[in-house]
């Protein structure tokens, strides 16, 4: 059973601060991961999608990859209101089912002004 | 709209009704997913169909579920006589279909709720 893993929060920072998102996995051959905001009752929007080990920068989100220790990260920078949301970790079930998303039960992030 | 387009965006049922789903992905793409989200759960695969074929149908229940995607027309997910346990969130995505790393858009969604 694949299985990716995030803490459930609520996660809370105030205005300006970096918020921190962490997730794991379970499977190895896994090759894409993607990090998804959603908003309450709303559909997931994707922020980030990293594919290499390292850091992958965009405006104020940071995504973070370590293969070796099947961990992906989201740090997000001078935090927003509006940045307040469930955020979902994706990972692609790699080999032949590659297509396959196995999504976190998200992270609850607020951020208070 | 460029979108993902589902519709209807919310549906209610009594249990024993058929409730179908609709979802056109984005223009240009081919490939279309279906996710269902339960209260309190994280977002589970339950098909991947491309034009006329059903590439993956794993993730979704043997009995009352089916989907298709036709050569015209939207991609349809099929529940047959509903039961409480159906009450969710039924996500749509759709790629390119191009090959390689995909990035999978998803649609506003189908709020189904069974009475």
């Known amino acids: 059973q694949k299985e990716v893993e995030q803490n459930s929060g609520p996660l809370s920072v105030p205005e300006g601060a970096i918020a921190s998102l962490n997730c794991t996995y379970s499977?190895?051959?896994?090759?894409?991961f993607f990090w998804y905001r959603q908003y309450s009752g709303k559909s997931p929007e994707l922020i980030m999608s990293?594919?290499?080990?390292g850091d992958k920068e965009d405006g104020r989100f940071t995504a973070q990859l370590n293969k070796a220790s099947q961990y992906v990260s989201l740090l997000i920078r001078d935090s927003q209101p509006s940045d307040s949301a469930t955020y979902l970790c994706?990972?692609?079930?790699?080999?032949?089912?590659?297509?396959?998303?196995?999504f976190g039960k998200g992270t609850l992030l607020t951020v208070n002004p | 709209n460029a979108g993902v387009m589902q519709n209807p965006r919310h549906l209610v049922r009594r249990r024993g009704q058929e409730a179908r789903l609709r979802c056109s992905p984005m223009?240009?793409?081919?490939?279309v997913y279906w996710y269902r989200q339960l209260p309190e759960e994280g977002l589970k695969f339950m098909v991947y169909l491309q034009k006329e074929n059903i590439i993956d149908e794993s993730g979704m229940p043997k009995e009352r579920f089916s989907a298709e995607f036709p050569k015209e027309g939207p991609s349809i997910l099929r529940i047959q006589q509903v039961v409480r346990g159906d009450s969710a969130a039924y996500f749509c995505a759709s790629s390119p279909g191009m090959g390689g790393r995909e990035t999978q858009y998803f649609g506003p969604g189908t709020r189904l709720l069974v009475l």
């Open positions: 499977d190895r051959v896994s090759q894409s």
């Open positions: 994706a990972v692609n079930e790699g080999g032949g089912s590659n297509y396959k998303l196995t």
């Open positions: 223009k240009g793409h081919s490939h």
């Open positions: 990293i594919y290499s080990n």
